[in-house]
C-alpha cells in the first residue's frame, strides 16, 4: 500500500469539509422559520440526490463486476429496501423527548437523525477515498474534491437543526464534527481491518443500503418538517435548488 499518509489527509480533509455547512448558523436571520424551512428542504434535495445519481449507480457498477445485470438490479433494490428498513429502526428507536416545546424537540430530532445517517454514508465514502488514494493519489484527489462540495449542505442538514433546537453554537458545530470526521474513521477502518477483506462487491451492497437510509430521511423527515412550517413555496425551491446543486457538482466531479 502507498501514499498512506496522503491518503489519510485526502481522507480527513474531505469528511472535515462537512463543518464548512455550519458556518449558516453563524448568520443572522429575523425570521428563523425560513432559515429551518430553507435549509431541511435543501438538505432532502441534496440527500435524494446523492442517493440516486451517486450511490444507486455506483453500487450497481461495483456489484457488475461480480453479477449479470439483473441479479445486480435485485441485489441493489434488496440493500435499498434493507437501508430503507434500517432507518425506519433508527427512526422508531430515537423518541422524542416529552416536554412543552414539540417544535423543537421534532427539529431536534431531525438533526440527530440526519447525523446518524451522514456518519453511516461518511463510513464507507471514507472507506473508499482511502482505498483510492492509496492506489491512485491523482483520483483520490479528484474524489477528495468532488466529496468535499456535497458535505457541505450535509453539514448544513446537521447543523441547521441542532442549533434552531438548541441555542447552542457549540452543540451544533460538535454534532457537525462527529459526523465529518466518521469519513477518517472509515479510513482507519480499512488500514487496520478491511484492506484485504473489502471488495467491490461488498461496497456496493452498502451503497445501496446508505441510499435507503437517505431516501428514507429525505421523504420522512427533512421535508415534512420543513413543510410544517407552512412555507410550501419556500420548500419546493428549496429542495430544487438542492437538486440542482448536486446535479452540477455530479456532473463536473
Known sequence: MANIKE???LTTLAGLSTLLGSIFIFLKRKDSSNVICEALAFAAGVMMTVSLTDLIPEGQNLLLKYFYQVPTI????????IGIILSMIIDYCLPEKNNSNKSNNKLYRVGIISMLAIILHNLPE???TFMTSTNNISLGISLTIAIALHNIPEGISISIPIF????SHKKAFFYTFISGISELIGA???YFFLKD???DAIMGMLYSVIAGIMIHISFSELLPTSLQYKKEY???IYFILGVS???INHFYF
Open 126 to 128: 471514507g472507506i473508499a
Open 164 to 167: 434552531y433546537a438548541s441555542g
Open 7 to 9: 491518503a489519510f489527509l
Open 234 to 236: 419556500s420548500t419546493i
Open 74 to 81: 435485485l441485489i441493489s433494490f434488496i440493500f435499498l429496501v
Open 188 to 190: 482507519i477502518i480499512a
Open 245 to 247: 446543486v448536486m446535479s
Open 197 to 199: 477483506i473489502m471488495n
